[in-house]
């Protein structure tokens, strides 16, 4: 619920495929609009199953 997501408050990475479908995208989209520290990337070319090549650099990223 959103109520517990404004709740967040640690830095989060929400991810989708850019080839995802329109309500993963959507998902993706409100979940980072209502987590107050969170970043919203897109992974161009991916689907909902991520490959670790897209993955792994967009992680390294998040997390340095």
Avoid: Y
Avoid at 17 to 28: F, Q, T, V, W, Y
Avoid at 43 to 62: I, R
Wanted: glycine share 8%.
């Amino acid at each position: 619920p959103k109520t517990l997501l404004a709740k967040v408050n640690t830095p989060t990475l929400v991810m989708h495929g850019g080839k995802g479908s329109e309500p993963m995208r959507n998902a993706a989209q409100a979940i980072s609009k209502t987590i107050p520290k969170a970043k919203l990337l897109t992974l161009e070319g991916e689907t909902h199953g991520v490959s670790p090549k897209a993955l792994v650099p967009a992680l390294k990223d998040f997390f340095k």
